[in-house]
């Protein structure tokens, strides 16, 4: 079948009275004559099933309407409402990339050493594995909540625009950081690369179903601009029947409602939300209220936008955007905590928990900040900001001490790590990577005390080797560890080299040298080498070749 969407046109009145219906939706049978689809797309040297397709002269039975004759011309809302099916689609696939990034990373980042120290130990790398498990939290928080939504009937059209832009957004953080990590490993292409494919494929996402640009300056607060606000939208319907009674006495209440929700905002920025009501009293009940504090300060400034800008603000893109930053973050704040609560409010989720909404909240506010800078009418700016920011911006991103007590949940084996990768493919048997680093992950703890003493050994001069092939050998020989240790550590150690082992190819397999093709072919065997080995086995000698004239 052929999906298409076209204008169509009746100028000989054969389906009614109307001369063109405008935009029609139909499932074209693409054995139909004339239909060509035989060419394909190649995006980014990823398999994609779509491709330009084309047609002369074909007959299209009114049948093939979606819906029938009766729905022509309603295709626009059928891909208005089919585009609400983002919130499902791209978001997911998102948190899945998310969930096996954080799995496998973490191992990674554990049995992966340098300078005889896990590399997940080294500050810098730490930062990128925080981020790593906090965004994939949030994606995971946001697609399970929302999807809960969509079961229930409904079709959040915001939402659904609000997950596509960040979470795509956060797949693409999420998979540069898994980049940085892995270093080498990532960028030697191969059956042993598990990160580069999905590295590759992230533009897409971040371009079909709406461009993301698009959906952030255009989108995202256009359409949620007015829903989301307390009171703007009852006084437009309270407008409408101005002339009566009714009507009179409901906007009069929707708008002195609307001015003691200006009030409510300074009160809730001087004392920081403190005296906020919340529906629990529970750990994350400051959470709670930081979301009703910029609830606040979002509604009075899309006030302020709407009043004194009206109709431009549409065309002032970039101040649309950061009104429709704050509400994503506090949107997505919101279905980080539900999703805790869903999960039935793990004490050890509760590090990824402060994580998520202080990300999100100290963007909210960075983004406010910027939207009061490059506010147009100036006194009005002072005006907000002085509403908004009586005590300055006092709102504060995650601490180092916290990324720390998140990277030792996605480095150590236990429920919260399973749990923030739980739709993951898991399971141990070749060819998985994502089982491999776990077993690897697993006998790295359980062999950690005889590597301690592996280590004290050499302190003490009792092994002389770097090199931990050699250790286990000198260690067995010197009786610091019994035969069947060492031949646990030997397999260990065999099994951790694998897993950090990249692939290379002669000229010939990879069918560039000499050829000049324009791609290089699949090759059908491979030769693999170990990655980055600091320290070479003991005895092993220097050589220097000499440059060929």
């Known amino acids: 079948m052929l999906g298409l969407a076209f204008k169509l046109y009746d100028p000989d009145h054969l389906i009614g009275d109307q001369d063109e219906y405008g935009i029609t939706a139909a499932l074209i049978p693409t054995d139909l004559p004339g239909v060509n689809v035989g060419r394909r797309h190649h995006p980014l040297n990823i398999a994609f099933q779509n491709g330009p397709?084309?047609?002369?002269?074909?007959?299209?039975?009114?049948?093939?309407?979606?819906?029938?004759?009766?729905?022509?011309?309603?295709?626009?809302?059928?891909?208005?409402?089919?585009?609400?099916?983002?919130?499902?689609?791209?978001?997911?696939?998102?948190?899945?990339?998310?969930?096996?990034?954080?799995?496998?990373?973490?191992?990674?980042?554990q049995i992966r050493r340098q300078f005889n120290l896990p590399i997940a130990k080294f500050e810098g790398v730490g930062e990128a594995l925080a981020r790593i498990a906090?965004?994939?939290?949030?994606?995971?928080?946001?697609?399970?909540?929302?999807?809960?939504?969509?079961?229930?009937?409904?079709?959040?059209?915001?939402?659904?625009?609000?997950?596509?832009?960040?979470?795509?957004?956060?797949?693409?953080?999420?998979?540069?950081?898994?980049?940085d990590v892995h270093g080498g490993k990532a960028i030697m292409m191969g059956p042993k690369n598990y990160v580069g494919r999905n590295y590759m494929a992230t533009p897409i996402a971040i371009t079909v179903e709406g461009a993301n640009i698009l959906t952030r300056s255009l989108i995202i607060f256009g359409q949620g601009a007015m829903r989301c606000h307390p009171y703007v939208l009852k006084e437009l319907q309270a407008a409408k029947d101005a002339d009566t009674e009714r009507g009179l006495h409901d906007f009069d209440d929707a708008l002195f409602s609307h001015i003691g929700y200006a009030v409510r905002a300074f009160f809730l920025a001087i004392t920081h939300a403190k005296f906020s009501n919340v529906p629990l009293n529970t750990p994350t009940r400051r959470y709670y209220q930081n979301i009703n504090r910029y609830s606040a300060a979002f509604a009075l400034a899309t006030d302020f936008a709407m009043l004194t800008l009206g109709?431009?603000?549409?065309?002032?893109?970039?101040?649309?955007?950061?009104?429709?930053d704050v509400l994503s973050c506090m949107y997505l704040a919101s279905t980080v905590l539900k999703h805790f609560e869903n999960q039935g409010r793990r004490a050890t989720d509760i590090p990824l928990v402060e994580w998520s909404?202080?990300?999100?909240?100290?963007?909210?506010?960075?983004?406010?900040?910027?939207?009061?800078?490059?506010?147009?009418?100036?006194?009005?700016?002072f005006l907000l900001r002085c509403i908004i920011f009586p005590r300055g911006r006092t709102y504060s991103a995650p601490s180092d001490e916290l990324g720390g007590r998140i990277v030792t949940l996605i480095t150590e084996t236990g429920e919260a790590r399973d749990r923030l990768s739980e739709q993951a493919s898991k399971t141990l048997e070749p060819g998985n990577p994502l089982g491999l680093l776990q077993e690897a992950l697993e006998l790295s703890e359980k062999f950690l005390p005889l590597e301690k003493k592996l280590r004290q050994a050499r302190k003490e001069g009792l092994i002389r080797s770097e090199y931990l092939g050699h250790q286990i050998d000198?260690?067995?020989?010197?009786?610091?560890?019994?035969?069947?240790?060492?031949?646990?550590?030997?397999?260990?150690?065999?099994?951790?080299?694998?897993?950090?082992?990249?692939?290379?190819?002669?000229?010939?397999?990879?069918?560039?040298?000499?050829?000049?093709?324009?791609?290089?072919?699949?090759?059908?065997?491979?030769?693999?080498?170990?990655?980055?080995?600091?320290?070479?086995p003991a005895g092993a000698k220097k050589t220097r070749k000499k440059k060929k004239k």
Not at 53 to 78: C, H, N, R
Not at 311 to 324: T, V, Y
């Open 134 to 179: 906090g965004y994939t939290y949030i994606m995971n928080s946001a697609v399970s909540v929302t999807s809960g939504a969509i079961d229930q009937g409904e079709k959040p059209a915001v939402p659904s625009a609000i997950l596509k832009y960040h979470c795509t957004e956060f797949g693409r953080k999420v998979a540069n950081d898994t980049m």
């Open 474 to 536: 000198e260690a067995k020989l010197a009786g610091v560890i019994s035969a069947k240790e060492a031949a646990d550590l030997r397999d260990y150690h065999e099994k951790v080299m694998a897993l950090l082992s990249v692939d290379d190819f002669s000229p010939d397999e990879l069918g560039q040298e000499g050829k000049g093709g324009d791609s290089p072919s699949v090759p059908a065997t491979q030769r693999t080498v170990v990655a980055d080995v600091a320290t070479p």
């Open 357 to 381: 909404v202080r990300t999100l909240m100290y963007h909210a506010q960075e983004q406010l900040h910027s939207f009061l800078r490059n506010f147009p009418n100036r006194p009005v700016a």
């Open 53 to 109: 397709t084309s047609g002369e002269d074909v007959f299209v039975p009114l049948d093939a309407i979606i819906g029938g004759q009766e729905m022509a011309g309603k295709g626009w809302k059928m891909l208005v409402e089919l585009l609400s099916g983002r919130a499902i689609t791209l978001p997911s696939t998102a948190s899945g990339g998310g969930q096996a990034a954080a799995y496998a990373t973490g191992a990674y980042a």
């Open 311 to 324: 109709g431009k603000l549409k065309i002032r893109e970039l101040l649309s955007a950061r009104l429709g």
